[in-house]
């Protein structure tokens, strides 16, 4: 790979739902620009980008993939970002890398579920975006309607075909560009005559196009208000302004399969996809907000976007240059940590290809492998310079399964495993719950904890069980109760005897409390930290349904001792003992986790949405209305939203999302307390 230098350089985000042909596309156009010789397929798991056993086991994209592709005086990082909604993280990571955004459309669906998610996303990142509507070589394929699609679903109406094509389906044979009034067929995209039957659709889509340059600019605007023709230079500036604006979506069309329209497609990425130069990312200095400019002499930034832990060639940082130049063997600081590494493998990347590079120019991305505890996120910077850069927020885990050990074995692996993973992946966490005594994988959905339980097979040789996780509920009292409780065993030998009374009471301001009104010396001191102990050894494992007790104080005011038999572990029995008996004697209650979910969806499936939260004994908080689309927030015990991802996604066909977050603990309404198994409960 040759050389380049910031300003040639273009990082491109491809997205869109799955199954579009974002890899293929990829592979097509590594095809076109000569980088390989033959093109892989998908379905063989033979392409460039979807490298991953996991992939092919899957047939779909799951890691993102950074392939670039050189194209005339470009380098064109091209990151392949998985479709499937589970992976939302890989793009999330992708689009911070990149300055554009490529929405490839399949050309018979039109717009889906991933293309309005994905459009979104730009939208609110104020990322340019460009549209290939692929797969016109389908039978059903419809332009028209793939576009009139996305204007009604993105609610957008500047999203401006640049193309129309010449024919679909089999006979799709290439596409006229409206700027140029010209056509290009084939693979080759071969410059002809636009045929006649296209010449008056092409006349009138290029109305609408020339509409979009005027009103992108104000000289444009003037000129065209007043009748005058505008000329193609200055359709092509109006459209430049206005799709680095943000203010208009270009269209284009092809199929990547047949290597049809994909000339035009690379122009296009050329002339409108900004250069890193032309776009500055915050980053923060000394406490304080700075902007970073994709200048290869200013402060050194790079930032880890991805990471992977390859079984050979172990930690593997993809790291985009914001600003400065990392060059092999320079000392780098980590901005988290603040530790100094050497920069002693440096890599371009494609695919699992890595080459060796020198330089890793501000503007670009390279892989750095072996580096000591640097993670997704993490800033590398020169150690006499700390700057980081503001990354972009990952959402919170929506779906979770308990992960156990197959065999002792797997038991010892299973926590670096778990790590490793987690590393892989912001948006996988694990944890440790004490409550319920689990380990549980969270992710996105079941898909993507499904991967992950894999990947710890094939890659990390850790073998899981995984299970429907229990809820963490917890015990406490809505009363206060008393109890007395006489431990006695004085058979011959050693004795033991010790008699505690105690009462329990509810705690409001939350956690556990122990007290003593003993008057007149009928317990030692030195048996109080005995009953104590015995008290505690109860709360982790609960007294009517085996969770945490919280929330309560225990109070001793009476009790015996023997001269002789009385004894730590004596204490400690009736401790235990007298607790339990008033803990159940006090109303006991189990409490559950309540959250806050948070679902934003198009408007037509709000109902839906608020009538089933009520099903799942949901208090809807409120609504609020986001462009085309309605946020509904309610508060729901953790327990009804166990597999609330699949039941969303089959409620709104794929397009609500949703987000939660733990809020409060709430009794179990008694009617339910008999179905949780626990016994004694008022
Ligand atoms: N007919 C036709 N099929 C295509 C074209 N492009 C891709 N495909 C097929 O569409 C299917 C999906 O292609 P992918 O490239 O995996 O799609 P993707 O967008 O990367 O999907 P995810 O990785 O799951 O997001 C594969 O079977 C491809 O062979 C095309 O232009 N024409
Ligand atoms: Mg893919």
Not at 587 to 595: A, G, M, Q, S
Not at 636 to 657: A, C, F, K, N, W
Request: charged share 25%; hydrophobic share 40%.
């Amino acid at each position: 790979m040759a050389k380049y230098k910031t300003e040639q350089i273009r990082n491109v985000a491809l997205l869109g739902h799955g199954g579009a042909g974002k890899t293929t596309l990829t592979e097509a156009l590594l095809f076109k620009t000569g980088a390989i010789g033959r093109m892989g397929r998908v379905e063989d798991g033979s392409t460039v980008s979807d490298w991953d056993a996991e992939e092919h086991r899957r047939g779909i994209s799951i890691n993102l993939s950074v392939i670039p592709v050189e194209f005339e005086t470009l380098k064109i990082n091209l990151i392949d970002a998985p479709g499937y909604q589970d992976f939302v993280g890989e793009v999330i990571s992708s689009l911070f890398a990149a300055e554009a955004g490529l929405l490839v459309v399949d050309a018979v669906s039109g717009c889906q579920v991933g293309t309005e998610l994905a459009y979104d996303r730009l939208r609110e990142l104020q990322k340019p975006r460009i549209v290939f509507v692929n797969r016109m070589d389908r039978e059903n394929a419809n332009f028209t309607n793939a576009v009139q699609s996305m204007r009604t679903t993105l609610g957008d109406e500047k999203i401006v075909p640049f193309q129309i094509p010449i024919g679909a389906a089999e006979s799709f044979q290439g596409v006229v560009s409206l700027i140029e009034m010209k056509a290009y067929l084939g693979p080759e995209g071969k410059e002809a005559p636009i045929p006649a039957d296209y010449q008056a659709e092409a006349e009138e889509a290029r109305i609408t196009l020339v509409e979009a340059a005027a009103e992108a600019d104000d000289e444009l605007i003037l000129k065209y208000l007043e009748g005058e023709e505008l000329t193609i230079d200055e359709v092509r500036h109006g459209l430049h302004v206005g799709v680095k604006n943000c203010a208009i979506t270009p269209v284009y069309c092809g199929t990547a399969t047949g290597g049809i329209g994909l000339e035009r497609l690379m122009q296009s990425l050329r002339r409108y996809v900004p250069a890193p130069n032309e776009r500055s990312v915050t980053g923060a200095k000394d406490g304080s907000e700075i902007q970073l400019e994709s200048d290869r002499n200013g402060p050194v930034a790079g930032a880890v976007f991805k990471t992977i832990i390859d079984r050979y060639v172990g930690r593997m940082n993809y790291v985009r240059v914001f600003s400065g130049k990392i060059a092999r063997d320079a000392q780098i600081a980590n901005a988290r940590t603040g530790r100094t590494v050497r920069v002693a493998n440096l890599f371009s990347v494609r695919g699992k290809e890595l080459q060796n590079l020198d330089e890793l120019v501000a503007g670009d991305i390279g892989v750095m492998t072996k580096l000591e505890d640097v993670q997704t996120g993490d800033t590398l910077c020169a150690p006499e310079q700390v700057v980081t850069v503001t990354l972009p927020s990952y959402p919170r885990p929506l779906y979770s399964v308990a992960v156990a050990p197959v065999s002792q074995n797997d038991s010892a692996k299973m926590g670096p495993s778990l790590t490793s993973v987690a590393e892989e992946d912001p948006t996988l966490r694990y944890q440790n719950i004490s409550a319920t005594k689990q380990t549980v994988l969270q992710g996105m959905g079941e898909t993507h904890v499904d991967v992950a339980v894999h990947r710890m097979a094939q890659k990390f040789g850790t073998n899981v069980e995984t299970a429907a996780p229990k809820v963490p509920y917890q015990e406490t009292v809505t009363k206060s109760a008393s109890a007395q409780y006489r431990h006695k065993k004085q058979t011959g030998g050693a004795g033991q005897f010790a008699e505690v009374h105690l009462r329990v009471e509810p705690l409001p301001a939350g956690g556990y409390e122990f007290a003593s009104e003993v008057f007149g010396g009928a317990i030692s001191n030195s048996f109080f930290p005995s009953i104590e102990k015995g008290i505690k050894s109860v709360l982790d494992n609960g007294v009517i349904a085996g969770y945490p007790v919280v929330d309560v104080k225990a109070i001793v005011f009476d009790g015996k001792e023997h001269p002789v038999d009385s004894k730590d572990i004596a204490f400690q029995t009736a401790g235990r003992e007298v607790f339990k008996m008033a803990f159940k004697a006090a109303n006991p209650v189990l409490l559950e986790p309540i959250y806050i979910v948070e679902v934003t969806v198009p408007d037509e499936y709000m109902g839906d949405v608020m009538s089933d939260f009520n099903t799942r004994r949901g208090r809807v908080l409120g609504m609020e209305q986001k462009s085309n689309r309605t946020v509904v927030r309610a508060t729901v015990p953790l327990s009804e939203i166990m597999r609330y991802s699949t039941d969303l996604r089959s409620m709104t066909q794929g397009r609500g999302v949703y987000t939660i977050e733990f809020d409060h603990y709430e009794p179990v309404p008694s009617l339910l307390n008999s179905t949780l198994g626990s016994c004694g409960l008022s």
